[in-house]
């Protein structure tokens, strides 16, 4: 079974940065396209950016121009640098495939933005 591992999540004051990474086990990232989720309290799981097979990436609107999807297939981990933090940044944030049925999800990692 495909394991995920999010970390790198803190609190951090706006302005600020962070950069997470999903180390994945039991399989190989380099052939899926891969995602960051997060889910803030009370609101569904939203996909904030994605990066393909071919190493095509995506954003959503809310976070393009500050946030950098990447990924080294030898360590099999993807990150995320987070620049120039929001409060509505807050959430936890998770990595998984981009398909229909994604792997069974992470713990995820929490990003706190706050003065």
């Known amino acids: 079974q495909v394991q995920l591992v999010e970390s790198g999540g803190d609190l951090v004051q706006p302005g600020g940065s962070l950069r997470l990474s999903c180390v994945a086990s039991?399989?190989?990232?380099?052939?899926?396209?891969m995602g960051w989720y997060r889910q803030a309290p009370g609101k569904q799981r939203e996909l904030v950016t994605s990066?393909?097979?071919?190493?095509?990436?995506n954003y959503a609107d809310s976070v393009k121009g500050r946030f950098t999807i990447s990924r080294d297939s030898a360590k099999n981990t993807v990150y995320l640098q987070m620049n120039n933090l929001k409060p509505e940044d807050t959430a936890v944030y998770y990595c998984?495939?981009?398909?229909?049925?994604?792997?069974?999800w992470g713990q995820g990692t929490q990003v706190t933005v706050s003065s």
């Open positions: 998984n495939r981009v398909v229909r049925t994604p792997w069974s």
């Open positions: 039991r399989t190989f990232i380099s052939i899926y396209d």
């Open positions: 990066i393909t097979s071919g190493g095509s990436t």
